[in-house]
């Protein structure tokens, strides 16, 4: 899929082919050398076709030029104390790399082809300093390339590529949207093979994070699961379809392009689908966005990736799909006039999936999904006494006590946007309680007597106090026994 260029690089990229070097001067200073010049004039400022035939039939020495070889030093190296050649050359050697796609293979045949490159990424530590802008374009040129070529990355690939991504990270860590929008783009010119995708999964705390967040901003939720509410709820304000920005004041084409890259990383499914869920929620968020989604060209990467990501993961995915009300909304949007056929196949095939999974859900199977996502909401089960007297024991027994710690955890944050999911909570504990007393200890064991206390004694809100109270009480019945 091709992007348009970054305005903010087309932009850079533009003023610094207008400004003029004294190429002549700097063969004398010794910056360049008078090969260096001849290359660079018989390739600078020409129509196409006469660039392409003159790279094509000297493509060694235009290798050396930009990387060096046979006892010569690259235009690189020799203009290292001159700023304004540097980035001169690296804006030219995109435009050779676009113009004459075999110079990608030549430079790729050397024996360093991303050292200098690599090296200039860390020219200097502001975002907006032009050389590592230009130098990364050039090394993710090649870094696609390489991807492309072969399905087994050399190991030489893979540390350039750990290195573009961290320096990519810096850009999309910006507050700068320009900035963010060159990040994002260079992400999805990267994540061409799977061995690509599992290195900037590798590197998620750096990659992935930043643009979930911009997710949650544009969702209009915050980035903490305390104050999470709202993307589990669907209670935020609609987007504005205006092509400058939306929600938390991030432009649709960089919504878009994120959106881009996190469809790219979900066909590795299986590797990532779960983690993001645990760590970024990813499901209610993929469905507040679906809501929100102004564009059907965004609500088809999102679909798309829901999708690669429930199908690889179904047994942990799909149950949180009916706590987030994905299913609803899918109707919802079958009701749409939608003309995509990759949005409307992708659409089928969802409704298609849940639909199937609903038929065989039991009622356990959804209080798990629920407690397992970390908000709670009252659902029916919570205030049911057949599924608390049926189902008590294989609670607190299901995977070695795992819903009770998940309880616990959700016990230890404040949620101060959404005081009921702690009343909730102290609920389900009363009700642990009350219909496996046997299992007390364990219930203590797993710090739920102390959050419920903790709670009792700090919290203000009514429901939560009448509810953690309840809780306790249970407890104090057994031990009056």
């Not at 999904?369 to 057949?386: F, I, K």
Request: neutral net charge; glycine residues 6%.
């Amino acid at each position: 899929m091709s992007l348009d260029p970054p305005t903010y690089l087309l932009s850079l990229k533009n003023n610094i082919r207008a400004r003029p070097i004294p190429w002549d001067g700097a063969v004398r200073a010794g910056h360049i050398t008078d090969s260096h010049l001849k290359r660079i004039k018989a390739a600078d400022k020409v129509r196409k076709e006469q660039r392409r035939r003159t790279v094509e039939d000297d493509l060694d020495g235009y290798r050396g030029l930009l990387l060096g070889g046979d006892n010569e030093r690259s235009v690189f190296e020799t203009a290292a104390k001159r700023a304004d050649v540097i980035q001169y050359m690296l804006v030219l050697t995109g435009d050779l790399l676009d113009d004459v796609p075999p110079l990608a293979s030549a430079l790729l045949s050397h024996e360093h082809p991303y050292k200098l490159f690599a090296l200039l990424l860390s020219h200097s530590n502001k975002a907006e300093d032009p050389i590592p802008l230009l130098a990364s374009a050039v090394l993710v040129r090649l870094l696609s390339t390489a991807s492309s070529n072969s399905s087994k990355l050399s190991p030489k690939t893979e540390d350039a590529l750990a290195k573009a991504y961290s320096y990519l990270s810096t850009l999309a860590n910006s507050s700068d949207s320009g900035l963010q929008d060159i990040a994002v783009q260079e992400y999805s010119g990267l994540l061409r093979s799977r061995r690509s995708r599992e290195i900037f999964w590798d590197h998620r705390d750096e990659t992935v994070a930043p643009l979930i967040d911009v997710l949650r901003s544009a969702a209009g939720v915050g980035k903490s699961s305390e104050d999470g509410s709202t993307v589990w709820s669907g209670a935020s304000t609609s987007w504005s379809v205006a092509d400058s920005g939306i929600a938390g004041g991030v432009g649709l084409q960089l919504l878009y392009h994120i959106l881009l890259v996190l469809w790219q990383l979900s066909f590795e499914g299986g590797l990532v689908g779960e983690t993001l869920q645990q760590e970024h929620e990813i499901v209610p968020l993929y469905t507040q966005l679906l809501r929100l989604s102004p564009k059907e060209k965004t609500t088809r990467l999102l679909l798309s990736t829901l999708s690669n990501l429930l199908s690889s993961n179904e047994s942990t995915l799909l149950p949180v799909t009916t706590i987030a009300r994905l299913p609803a909304l899918l109707q919802n949007l079958r009701g749409r006039h939608l003309t995509d056929p990759d949005l409307l196949e992708d659409l089928d095939k969802l409704v298609g999936m849940l639909d199937e999974y609903t038929k065989t859900r039991t009622t356990f199977d959804g209080y798990a999904a629920e407690v397992r996502s970390g908000y709670l909401h009252w659902s029916p089960p919570h205030r049911n006494p057949t599924f608390w007297v049926e189902h008590a024991r294989r609670i607190v027994d299901e995977n070695q006590g795992e819903l009770p710690k998940r309880l616990a955890e959700i016990l230890s944050k404040s949620w101060d946007n959404d005081k009921q999911v702690l009343a909730i909570a102290c609920n389900d504990v009363g009700w642990l309680v009350k219909e496996a007393p046997e299992l007390r200890s364990r219930l203590e064991k797993y710090g739920l007597k102390t959050r419920v206390m903790a709670v009792m004694a700090k919290e203000q809100d009514e429901n939560v106090r009448w509810e953690s109270l309840r809780a306790v009480g249970e407890w104090l019945r057994y031990s009056y026994k």
